[in-house]
C-alpha cells in the first residue's frame, strides 16, 4: 500500500492570476502504480485517509477522502448537523485522475463552484 500526502494548491484563475499557496486542499490516499486513487487499498485504509481544506482568512476543514456509491470520489468534513448540506465535495473524474506534481484537479466546493487545483507535491 502506498499512502501518500497530496498537496493541491489553487491553480490560476481571474481571483488569483498566480495562483494561491494560502488557498487549498492536503489529503492521504492510497495510490496505485499509475498514480490513481486505488480503490481497494482504500477501503482498507480509509480511517486514514483525510483531509484538511485550508483557506486564507477561514479555520481549517478536516474530513476524509469518500467514495460514493455513484463511483465518485468526494471529500466529507466533520461538520455539526447544521452544516451537513454542505460538507461534501465531490472532485472531478479523481477515480480516473493521475495524482503527480504537475498536474490538475477539479472540486465542486461547498459554495457550488467548481475551481481548478496544481498538485504540488506528493509524498
Not at 498514480?35 to 486564507?56: N, P
Not at 479523481?94 to 504540488?120: C, L, M, N, Q
Request: glycine share 8%; hydrophobic share 40%; charged share 30%.
Amino acid at each position: 500500500m502506498n499512502l501518500r500526502t497530496i498537496r493541491l494548491e489553487l491553480a490560476r484563475n481571474a481571483e488569483f492570476p498566480e495562483g494561491s499557496a494560502q488557498h487549498g486542499y492536503e489529503f492521504v490516499a492510497p495510490l496505485d502504480g499509475a498514480d490513481r486513487i486505488d480503490l481497494e487499498a482504500w477501503r482498507q485504509h480509509r480511517e486514514r485517509c483525510v483531509v484538511r481544506r485550508f483557506w486564507a482568512g477561514e479555520d481549517d476543514l478536516r474530513g476524509h477522502l469518500a467514495h460514493s456509491q455513484g463511483r465518485r470520489w468526494l471529500f466529507h468534513y466533520d461538520l455539526e448537523a447544521a452544516a451537513e448540506a454542505t460538507a461534501d465535495e465531490p472532485g472531478y473524474r479523481f477515480e480516473a485522475h493521475a495524482f503527480r506534481p504537475g498536474e490538475y484537479a477539479s472540486i465542486t466546493e461547498a459554495d457550488g463552484v467548481t475551481r481548478t487545483f496544481k498538485v504540488v507535491s506528493v509524498r
